[in-house]
């Protein structure tokens, strides 16, 4: 290489350096500001899912007084086990629970409680959960159970298959719960 008028080559200069050595840090930084900016995103969103409250408009309540609702009012529980990581469950979430006369058909006839499994985002489960988990055999998202005051199960569903499979489930849970 001929030297320059400084006498030095341009490489050892720091001649401006053109092709893809320049625009691979750029293009890093932009994939990095696209996953910081999705990450922001889905955190948003799944704020009020991560609880299990707030989902919707039906009016969840807590699991620990779903029972004692449930023997005052004379309605069967409605547990919907979910996880904040479940894509059918979003669905579910999308086209019922968030819309209003399904939301209202269900706080009418059923004391409504959303179990939210965080299994794969802490390693755990509270006790209490795990239990309910047990006790109506969940291995799957979502699961809809439909019990009475007292535990039993009165019907079930696992999976969501659409607005108008839900609607039928709930409709035989609730002539179940009345015989």
Known sequence: MEPTESGKSPRSAGAS?????????????????????FR????????????????????WQPLAS?????????KPVLYDFT???????????AEAWNESSMASRVDRFFV??????????????TPAIEE???????????????????????ARMEGYRGRQSLEAFLAEAVAKARK
């Open 40 to 59: 922001v995103v889905t955190a948003v969103m799944d704020r009020g899912t991560e609880t299990g409250d707030g989902a919707g408009l039906v009016a």
């Open 66 to 74: 779903a029972a004692a609702q449930a023997t005052r009012s004379g």
């Open 112 to 125: 409504p409680a959303r179990i939210m499994d965080r299994q794969r985002e802490d390693g755990r489960n």
């Open 83 to 93: 996880a904040a990581w479940c894509p059918p469950c979003r669905l579910l979430d």
């Open 132 to 154: 309910l988990q047990r006790r109506y055999r969940v291995t799957a998202f979502p699961t809809l159970v439909v019990a009475d005051a007292s535990g039993r199960e009165i």
């Open 17 to 37: 350096r053109s092709g893809p050595q320049t625009r691979l840090p750029a293009a890093l930084l932009v994939i990095a500001a696209a996953a910081l900016l």
